[in-house]
């Protein structure tokens, strides 16, 4: 179709299972996306053939994969965006990538597409959304896998998510919603089977977006400011933003006679939690104590829990045996004494429910 521009209005995202064996893959739609990109490049991956005799390049070839990368961010919804990423809700119990540990076929790898419909037009009118209209074109990325998720909460801000990742296969096609399965095998060869999209709405949560006054932060058995450890009071520190990252960086391995590496996590898997806050009251205590061992319990647990306009909880973070790692303090001219604190934890065994990062979603 023919258009002078592309706007956020005509844009819809969705995401869906790869669709190993075939069948019709339904992707179902990520909520509240505010933005989005992606880069395919293709000079990383590419040698030149060089030789004497003559000065520039004789040839070039492909000796390593293609890795396109996306990132796109949401406001933070009733829980049903992470699950169809792939995240794991469990009542607090499992951790939050728990199946993506374990490598389950329907949370380590995802198809995402991008939906752009004809000028003028938003995308969630249904109207237009039916199959003989062919005013809609598609970019499908095949098995997409998460590089990082990040959850951000600040004062006077709408809480959000920010995620990157990496897939595998790219795919453009116009004039339609529907078409074959943009994932592929070890060597490049396309998956069986095709996708068809639904038409986009606005969803069906309670509200419209999670206010940032609805979100506690809590250490919830305030063993660091129970010991002898040094910096600020954390029983009761007024805080300005946090955030919690989950980074999942992943080893590409390839082999002789493979088109397509296979990427594992790395590990260790260090999650942090970074938190902004006023210092009102310090704790007595000196480093040399830290230095030498004798400073006490020094985990704590840390929750961020957000409600909505009624009070309900519609997210449980946890954080589960997290060790600071930093503070930084910072004081300027008529301004407010601040502190930086970070925390972080690993992620233990899919299983384990005493150590790492765990996430319950309302909607999940």
């Not at 000079?43 to 053939?49: K, L, Y």
């Not at 237009?128 to 998720?149: E, K």
């Not at 949560?205 to 009071?233: C, H, K, T, W």
């Not at 934890?345 to 299983?351: F, L, S, Y």
């Amino acid at each position: 179709m023919a258009r002078t521009r592309i706007i956020s209005q005509n844009k819809a995202v969705f995401a869906s299972n790869t669709g190993w064996g075939g069948g019709l893959v339904d992707p179902q739609q990520i909520h509240r996306v505010d933005t989005f990109s992606f880069e395919v490049d293709q000079a990383g991956s590419r040698t030149d053939i060089r030789e004497f005799g003559q000065l520039s390049r004789i040839a070039t070839e492909i000796t390593s994969e293609i890795t396109p990368t996306l990132s796109f961010g949401y406001f933070l919804g009733e829980g049903e965006n992470e699950t169809r990423l792939g995240l794991t809700t469990s009542d607090l119990d499992a951790q939050i990538i728990s199946g993506i540990l374990t490598e389950d076929e329907f949370s380590r790898q995802k198809n995402i597409y991008v939906v752009t419909v004809k000028e003028g037009e938003d995308a969630f009118n249904a109207a237009s959304w039916t199959a003989d209209t062919a005013d809609q074109d598609t970019i499908g990325f095949g098995n997409v896998t998460l590089t990082s998720y990040t959850a951000n909460f600040a004062v006077g801000e709408i809480p959000r998510v920010d995620i990157e990742a990496e897939a595998s296969n790219v795919v453009f096609i116009t004039g339609a919603h529907a078409g074959d399965n943009p994932s592929v095998d070890e060597n490049y060869a396309r998956q069986a089977g095709t996708f068809d999209i639904g038409a986009p709405d606005t969803g069906n949560m309670a509200f419209a977006v999670l206010r940032p006054q609805d979100v506690q932060v809590s250490f919830e058995n305030d063993a660091i400011s129970a010991g002898d450890n040094i910096g600020v009071e954390l029983s009761d520190i007024c805080v300005q933003s946090a955030s919690i990252e989950v980074p999942l960086a992943r080893e590409a391995v390839q082999c002789l006679g493979k088109e397509r590496a296979n990427k594992y996590l790395e590990f260790p898997i260090n999650v942090t939690v970074s938190i902004n806050a006023l210092v009102s009251d310090f704790k007595e205590g000196s480093l040399e104590y830290v230095l030498t061992g004798t400073a006490g319990e020094d985990k704590t647990d840390i929750t961020i829990r957000v409600d909505d306009k009624l009070n309900v909880p519609v997210h449980y973070f946890r954080l589960k045996n997290a060790v600071l790692d930093s503070q930084g303090f910072n004081t300027s001219l008529d301004d407010n004494e601040t502190v930086d604190l970070t925390f972080s934890a690993q992620i233990a065994g899919a299983a384990t429910a005493t150590e790492g990062v765990f996430w319950s979603g309302k909607s999940a």
